[in-house]
Antibody
Framework: EVQLVESGGGLVQPGGSLTLSCAASGFTFSDHYMAWVRQAPGKGLEWVGRTRDKANTYTTEYAASVKGRFTISRDDSKNSLYLQMNNLKTEDTAVYYC?????????????WGQGTLVTVSS | DIQMTQSPSTLSASVGDRVTITCRASQSISSWLAWSQQKPGKAPKLLISKASSLEGGVPSRFSGSGSGTEFTLTISSLQPDDFATYYCQQYNSYPITFGQGTRLEIK
C-alpha cells in the first residue's frame, strides 16, 4: 500500500524557516517524481513544486509564489522528500501535502499524504 | 498557467441521486484531466485519470467524460461514503493546476 506521511509543520513567525519531511513507503520511491501541493484555509489546491528522479538529475521546478524561498530535495536512500521553506510569509499558511507523480507521462498526482499544517503568524 | 473552474462550488444531494460536477479549463488540455476525492482531514484520493479512466478499486458508479476544455464527473447513485469534496486537476502543462473544489453535501 502506498503511504506518504508528512511531518514538520507548526507555527512560525513571518520571516522564519521551517523544513517539512515526507516519508514514503509501499512503492519504489526512486522511480517517481515527487511534488508538494498546499491548501490555504478555505482555499483550493496550489502546486508548490516538484523534483525529478535521479535519471533526470533531481532537477526541481517551483511555483512563482515560492521560487527563491522554498527548496525541494529528496533522499532516495531514506525514501524521503523534503521542503525547506525560508523567509516565510503569512500567505504561506496552509496544509502542505506530499504527492507522488505517476510514472506515465504526462505526469499527474496519483497519491497524496494527509498533510501537515504550517501556520505563519506573529 | 491554465485556469480550472469547477461548478457548482457546493452541491446538496440525497443518497441515490445522480450528480454531475463540471470542470472547465481556460484552454484545451486534451484529455489530461484527473478527478480526486477528499474527505475532511484525509489525503486526497485519485478517482479518475485521463478524463475517463477509473482507478483500480474505485466504484463503477463514478465516471468521467470530456475532452478539450469541458469535463464532467458523474456519480450515478450517491452512497453515504461519497459525501466529500471533489477536485479536478489538469496535467496537460506545468504547473499542474486544480479546480477550486466542489463540496458534495447531504441534502
Amino acid at each position: 500500500e502506498v503511504q506518504l506521511v508528512e511531518s514538520g509543520g507548526g507555527l512560525v513567525q513571518p520571516g522564519g524557516s521551517l523544513t517539512l519531511s515526507c516519508a514514503a513507503s509501499g512503492f519504489t520511491f526512486s522511480d517517481h517524481y515527487m511534488a508538494w501541493v498546499r491548501q490555504a484555509p478555505g482555499k483550493g489546491l496550489e502546486w508548490v513544486g516538484r523534483t525529478r528522479d535521479k535519471a533526470n538529475t533531481y532537477t526541481t521546478e517551483y511555483a512563482a509564489s515560492v521560487k527563491g524561498r522554498f527548496t525541494i530535495s529528496r533522499d532516495d536512500s531514506k525514501n524521503s522528500l523534503y521542503l525547506q521553506m525560508n523567509n516565510l510569509k503569512t500567505e504561506d499558511t496552509a496544509v502542505y501535502y506530499c504527492a507522488r507523480l505517476s510514472v506515465t507521462a504526462p505526469l499527474y498526482n496519483d497519491y497524496w499524504g494527509q498533510g501537515t499544517l504550517v501556520t505563519v503568524s506573529s | 498557467d491554465i485556469q480550472m473552474t469547477q461548478s457548482p462550488s457546493t452541491l446538496s444531494a440525497s443518497v441515490g441521486d445522480r450528480v454531475t460536477i463540471t470542470c472547465r479549463a481556460s484552454q484545451s488540455i486534451s484529455s489530461w484531466l484527473a478527478w480526486s476525492q477528499q474527505k475532511p482531514g484525509k489525503a486526497p484520493k485519485l478517482l479518475i485519470s485521463k478524463a475517463s479512466s477509473l482507478e483500480g478499486g474505485v466504484p463503477s458508479r463514478f465516471s468521467g467524460s470530456g475532452s478539450g476544455t469541458e469535463f464532467t464527473l458523474t456519480i450515478s447513485s450517491l452512497q453515504p461514503d461519497d459525501f466529500a469534496t471533489y477536485y479536478c486537476q489538469q496535467y496537460n502543462s506545468y504547473p499542474i493546476t486544480f479546480g477550486q473544489g466542489t463540496r458534495l453535501e447531504i441534502k
